[in-house]
Structures are given as C-alpha cells and as structure tokens.
C-alpha cells in the first residue's frame, strides 16, 4: 500500500551510541536513508557534493535559509549546516522515510516544520560511566576537552524530554532492534497508509 | 523500569477477525488483559460476576453512569454495558495495559476520557467477498439478517479514519505480529516510562 514516508530523528549525547545506532539502522532497512545537509565547510579528501554533503558558500547558504528552503540549520565551529526541505518533503511523498542524526535544537526546529511527519527518538547512555568511559576511548585529548564534552552530553541530555520515545541503549543490538520495532510500527500509522482511503471507498462501495 | 500501562482499543466491523486477534493476543502477552464490563444483562450459565462481567441492576448501573464512574458505555438490545474507570485506571498505574474490544463510538468516549493513555487500532477485513464469508459462516440465519450485519458493517467500517493504526487483516498470524509490534514501540513512549525521570536526574547528579 502507498505509504507517506516519516522523518525519524535521533539525538542523544555523544557517547551515547547514536552514530553506531544509526549507521547499524541504515544497513538494516532498505526503506530509510540519511539525509544530505547543505553546509559551508569546506569538502574533505574524498567528500562528494550532493552524496556527503551539499557544498555551497556563505552567501548561497545565507540566501536559501533566508528563502525557507532549509528544515533545520545550525552553526557548529564557524561553519553552517542545514537540512534541504524540498530534497526531503520528495523522499516522503515516495514513501521513503529520512534518518537524522541531529541535536536537540535541531530537533525542535524539525518539530515546528514537520509536525506529525516527525518521529523523535531519544537514546540515553546506561550509566555516567559508560558515558564517561565512550568519551574517553574516543578522545585521546586532555582531560579539560573530555569534561567540556561531559557538560555538554548534560545539556543535551537534560532535553530528554522533548522527544516521543526514549531507548537506554545497555546493548546496541537490544537497542537496534528497538528502534526498528518504533519504525515499523509508526509506519503502521492511519495518516501515513495513503492508499487507505482509496481502499476502504472500495470496501464501502461493495457492501 | 517502571512503566504506566495503556489502553488499546481494538475496532472493526464484525467479521473482520478482531475477536480471534484479541483472544490470541491475550494469550500471547502477559501485560495486557481484557476490562472486565460492568453489565446489565442477566449472567448466562458459567459466567462469574466480577471474572466475566460485573453484574448489575438497571438502577445501579444508572448511578455509576450518573457518578462518572464509567469510561464509556453503550447500550445494546437494550441491555447496558460500560467499562469502570477506577478499575481500568489501577491497572494503568500498575503498569498493566488493559485491552478494549469495542466500536468506534465507545472508541470516541474512551478518546474524550483517556486521552494519552489511549492506543486505537482498526482491524479492516481485506475485501469485501471475505467480510461476507466470515458473516455468513457466523450467521447460520436469513439472509436479511446477514444483510443487516453487512450494513451495520458499513457504518462501522466509515469511522476508520478516527484511528492511530490500521491493519488490513489479510492473515491472522501477521495481524497479531503487527498488533505485537504497534503495542511494543507504544509501550517505548516517553510519557509511559515513568522510572525516565529519576533515572535522568541520576545521570544529570553524576556529569
């Protein structure tokens, strides 16, 4: 049956298994694929325009944000991201459903754009030190870099509550199972089975 | 983790399959159980007031309803059913889910009193030739009484639209996963997992 296809966002600290989590989803399930972001920064070796990213310059960011064409944005270290609206809204209406690895306030910005196209997930890490020691293993930096990420995991962490499901990921497995159960039963939704209505005239007109 | 339960309303035209499908899940799943209505109709041989029904007389059923005491209610050949509020809401605060098998118009008074709690779900047959197989195999009556029921059918089957989920119930054994699956990814919903609060508030103490 034709189906609307749904924004799924995850967010979570860093540390939390997020990135893992999402590349592990991908692989699994044909039907959802990452979105491509519009950014500023400058192409890495082996980066291509329009596969990894949408490379474009200050001024052409600037104007497409001004424009609307942009769900979401944000600037991290100097340089702008944003999510394309329109490369997403077509992924919808052909019944793909679009992953987004972003923060909270990216996620709030999806919330205001996309209303009940949005799924929002929310992954908590098991224990402060679990957290702690995913950090550490990840940065070989000094020890103030590691709490400056440690602040910045609470504030991320103390937006849990904005968010529709909540996974405590003990267990990537568990947890990769998890959320394919919340993609398969929210594309189960009433408003995203298009061909219902049809369906059902048929139904009622034989009966 | 503590969880709060929920209600899951389960709807359909008769012949749809909806009475085979909530028996099986009952008997798959040990968190979710059938309320227990409060009745009108005298007992039939074998049924336990208090197991079956709560028996009771016209002028106590009248002042439950009167107290606000019932969820929803219905009157059917003019005996009264209803559903109590107070045992269905232990339940939920127990962490228990209770299954509602019930048309869309108790679906809609549930919807005015159990808002968030509610989980509504639609079981469509997949055609109408085997709507009317499933009627008629039931019914070993005249035919205008199976005509009867098919147009009753209709009527029931116009209010799909005022649900969260639809399944067309094409084969009982993929029916009931799907039933597993929707009650699975609602019982992740942040609102339901009560222990999420105490739990953050413990990873926020220890950043």
């Known amino acids: 049956m034709?189906?609307?296809?749904?924004?799924?966002?995850?967010?979570s600290p860093s540390g939390a298994g997020k990135t893992t989590l999402a590349r592990r989803l991908l692989a699994a399930d044909d039907a959802?694929?990452?979105s491509v972001s519009m950014t500023t920064r400058k192409p890495r070796p082996g980066e291509v325009d329009g596969l990894d990213y949408h490379f474009h310059d200050q001024a052409s960011f600037k104007a497409a944000c001004e424009r609307g064409d942009l769900l979401e944005?944000?600037?991290?270290?100097g340089n702008h991201y944003g999510t394309p609206k329109a490369e997403v809204m077509d992924a919808l209406a052909a019944g793909r459903d679009v992953?987004?690895?972003?923060?909270?306030?990216?996620?709030?910005?999806?919330?205001?754009?996309?209303?009940?196209?949005?799924?929002?997930?929310?992954?908590?890490?098991?224990s402060v030190a679990t957290l702690e020691q995913r950090l550490n293993k990840?940065?070989?930096?000094?020890?103030?870099v590691?709490?400056?990420?440690?602040?910045q995991s609470a504030s991320e962490i103390s937006h849990w509550d904005e968010y529709d499901y909540v996974i405590v990921n003990h267990d990537?497995?568990?947890?990769l199972a998890t959320l394919r159960t919340i993609l398969a039963a929210e594309r189960l939704k009433r408003w995203r089975q298009l061909g219902l209505a049809a369906f059902v005239r048929d139904l009622l007109s034989g009966l």
């Open 2 to 11: 034709t189906r609307r296809g749904l924004l799924f966002v995850l967010s």
């Open 32 to 34: 959802i694929s990452m």
């Open 73 to 77: 944005w944000a600037e991290v270290f």
């Open 99 to 126: 992953l987004f690895d972003i923060d909270w306030q990216g996620a709030k910005q999806l919330s205001a754009r996309a209303g009940q196209d949005l799924v929002r997930v929310f992954i908590l890490p098991p």
């Open 138 to 144: 990840r940065n070989q930096d000094a020890a103030d």
């Open 146 to 151: 590691v709490a400056g990420r440690m602040a």
């Open 172 to 175: 990537i497995e568990e947890s």
